[in-house]
């Protein structure tokens, strides 16, 4: 584990406990368990000094219940003191599977009501933790995050939001344009990607997998993406090619502008493997038309990597296009709610982020750097040194 050394030199900040809401409690308990792991496995030497109350534990979690009265409203609730903590609340604004009765009518949730959830949190813990962080796997209203005409700024609204009530770190992952930090400069913000996580996957699913010029290609869906996948070809050493999105802008469907037709530009593809990496899926048209097209470009295999599945539409056309041979693979993580059903589709994968996360908690607990866990570029070129020595 990177930093192990820099953690056992380093003190905690505060004891640390951990507030998983019940949109994130699956992965929160994993998360626990690796903390509860790494803990048991350190070699301080001091553990019986005041400094280290309550250091190693078999349980970090915290109970945070929000109930619901009969008219939908709600409260937050503690359910022990976290006076004195490093406080970690976890949520997943886009977890849709949680319902709750208003007027005996069934609702929902939505990323409104498990933000508002979390303020309840936040609100109950009444500026008695020591020191107070989100983790926010998928930032909330991340979509919003800049003006065209006259619209609202949700995604900055909703960063000042909470550090107006006392947060001081807030943690996310691969955030649709991670600029949005520039409306809390004096706070804490960390963007994590999950490159290691999304190659760690794809190789064990595809141990046949050739990562190189002549046999892979890295492929952005649109110029938004264009980042991610300039990364990806630099460290794996392969081309990259992208497409653009052409838009008609006379039209306005469902908020935005239908998109007319995907353009390529890039190196041939013929007989080669790709990579399509992208922030999310949200109903997927898009990312699949760029794969429908890639396939009839010549290319063998098309594995979609993308950070968050949130699949609105659903998995038919998904199942439809496998079923066609235009997709291989679809990798994404565990960061938002993946419904049951993926664990039947044959070819979805999930690369589990609760590790990481684990580590993130624990070097901000150190109060120690973070470099290492934001470059997994060392990690990756060691992963695919150990792929060509198992091949």
Same mark, same amino acid.
Request: contains cysteine; aromatic residues 10%; glycine residues 6%.
């Given at each position: ?115 508002? !959830? ?35 700024? !949700? ?206 908690? !624990? ?29």
């Amino acid at each position: 584990m990177p930093n192990i050394k820099l953690m056992e030199s380093a003190l905690p900040v505060a004891p640390l406990k951990i507030g998983a809401l019940e949109s994130c409690r699956e992965l929160g308990e994993k998360v626990n368990d690796y903390i509860v792991q790494f803990r048991q496995e350190t070699e301080k030497e001091s553990l019986d000094s005041p400094l280290f109350y309550n250091y190693q534990r078999d349980n970090y979690l915290i109970d945070c219940p929000c109930p619901r009265f009969g008219s939908g409203e709600a409260k937050g609730l503690l359910t022990e003191s976290i006076r004195g903590t490093d406080l970690f609340l976890m949520v997943d604004v886009c977890n849709y599977s949680l319902t709750y009765t208003v007027n005996g009518h069934l609702n929902h949730m939505s990323p409104d009501d498990h933000f508002q !959830d979390l303020k309840r949190i936040i609100s109950a813990a009444n500026g008695k933790a020591h020191r107070l962080n989100i983790i926010m796997p998928f930032l909330y209203e991340s979509r919003q995050h800049k003006r065209t005409k006259r619209e609202s700024l !949700d995604s900055a609204l909703a960063l000042q939001e909470l550090v107006d009530m006392g947060v001081s770190n807030i943690i996310t992952f691969d955030a649709h344009d991670p600029r949005v930090q520039n409306s809390i400069p004096l706070h804490g913000f960390d963007n994590f990607n999950p490159p290691y996580q999304f190659m760690k996957a794809l190789l064990k699913a595809e141990p046949d997998l050739q990562v190189d010029k002549d046999h892979l290609m890295i492929v952005s869906p649109d110029e938004g993406a264009m980042h991610r996948a300039v990364y990806f070809s630099n460290v794996l050493g392969v081309n990259m090619g992208m497409f653009y999105k052409r838009r008609d802008y006379s039209t306005v469907i469902n908020g935005k502008n239908p998109i007319v037709a995907h353009e390529f530009l890039g190196d041939q593809i013929d007989g080669k493997d790709v990579i399509i990496v992208d922030d999310m899926i949200s109903s997927g048209e898009s990312m699949l038309d760029v794969a429908k097209q890639i396939k009839e470009r010549g290319a063998d295999r098309v594995f979609v990597c993308t950070c968050f599945g949130l699949f609105t539409e659903g998995f038919d056309k998904f199942d439809e296009y496998y079923n066609k041979g235009y997709i291989d693979r679809v990798i994404t993580t565990n960061l938002t709610y993946l419904p049951p059903v993926t664990k039947e589709k044959p070819y979805f994968v999930v690369a589990d982020m609760s590790k990481f996360i684990a580590l993130i908690i !624990d070097s901000f607990n150190h109060d120690i750097t973070i470099g290492r866990v934001l470059d997994p570029t060392e990690k990756i070129h060691r992963l695919l040194d150990e792929h060509r020595q198992n091949r």
